[in-house]
């Protein structure tokens, strides 16, 4: 008799662990679809933000990575969400990484007249960065004239207007996204298309 209760219960728990296995793979399965589904909007997200083919791809690898790591266990539809406040946090990661690296080397060239003057490091880095000559466009996407205005955009207003009209989250899930208020989401987000509107024109 307990042999036999025995054997119950190591079939019980070699079904449960069957189980769970299955219920793994699916997940795995299911995140999979979700990362390839994602993958290409989130880098030219990250490309527009940094201009940087390469960085954009490390972003977004590592974005993926962490959603994996982290919140694989979560429910599906909050994916979505998770993943792009993770994309984000790290594109902020980049800029600040961007600031501090740009700050030191404008302090190193500074001219002898230039430091005795006052003139702080700060002020010669570029708030914005520029675009540089755009060589893959995806126009199945973005029209080359729209990322190109985009990309002008500060980095705030590229995360509002991205997040609220190209990827479709409203304006709690957005601010959630972004830390910070939904006031701040809707000025992000007006700036950015009146900015957009001035810089295109006609073309709309």
Same mark, same amino acid.
């Not at 007249?113 to 006052?118: I, L, N």
């Not at 060589?135 to 973005?142: A, G, K, Y």
């Given at each position: 008799?307990?042999?036999?209760?025995?054997?119950?219960?190591?079939?019980?728990?070699?079904?449960?662990?069957?189980?769970?296995?299955?219920?793994?793979?699916?997940?795995?399965?299911?995140? !999979? !679809?979700?990362?390839?589904?994602?993958?290409?909007?989130?880098?030219?997200?990250?490309?527009?933000?940094?201009?940087?083919?390469?960085?954009?791809?490390?972003?977004?690898?590592?974005?993926?990575?962490?959603?994996?790591?982290?919140?694989?266990?979560?429910?599906?539809?909050?994916?979505?969400?998770?993943?792009?406040?993770?994309?984000?946090?790290?594109?902020?990661?980049?800029?600040?990484?961007?600031?501090?690296? !740009?700050?030191?080397?404008?302090?190193?060239?500074?001219?002898?007249?230039?430091?005795?003057?006052?003139?702080?490091?700060?002020?010669?880095?570029?708030?914005?960065?520029?675009?540089?000559?755009?060589?893959?466009?995806?126009?199945?996407?973005?029209?080359?004239?729209?990322?190109?205005?985009?990309?002008?955009?500060?980095?705030?207003?590229?995360?509002?207007?991205?997040?609220?009209?190209?990827?479709?989250?409203?304006?709690?899930?957005?601010?959630?996204?972004?830390?910070?208020?939904?006031?701040?989401?809707?000025?992000?987000?007006?700036?950015?298309?009146?900015?957009?509107?001035?810089?295109?024109?006609?073309?709309?």
């Amino acid at each position: 008799m307990i042999k036999t209760a025995a054997l119950i219960t190591d079939h019980s728990g070699q079904l449960g662990r069957n189980t769970q296995r299955e219920r793994d793979l699916a997940t795995a399965a299911k995140m !999979n !679809n979700f990362l390839r589904g994602v993958e290409r909007r989130a880098f030219v997200i990250a490309r527009l933000a940094t201009q940087d083919e390469e960085e954009s791809l490390d972003i977004v690898q590592d974005a993926m990575f962490k959603l994996v790591q982290k919140y694989s266990a979560h429910p599906e539809v909050e994916w979505g969400a998770l993943f792009h406040a993770i994309l984000h946090s790290r594109i902020n990661d980049w800029h600040r990484r961007q600031k501090v690296r !740009n700050r030191w080397r404008v302090f190193f060239f500074l001219s002898d007249e230039e430091e005795d003057s006052g003139l702080k490091p700060e002020d010669q880095v570029a708030q914005t960065l520029h675009l540089e000559p755009e060589t893959h466009v995806l126009h199945e996407e973005m029209s080359g004239t729209l990322q190109v205005a985009v990309g002008q955009l500060p980095l705030r207003q590229q995360q509002a207007l991205l997040l609220r009209a190209w990827e479709g989250y409203d304006i709690a899930q957005t601010a959630k996204i972004m830390n910070c208020s939904e006031g701040s989401v809707k000025t992000h987000y007006s700036r950015a298309i009146h900015s957009l509107r001035e810089k295109l024109g006609d073309y709309q």
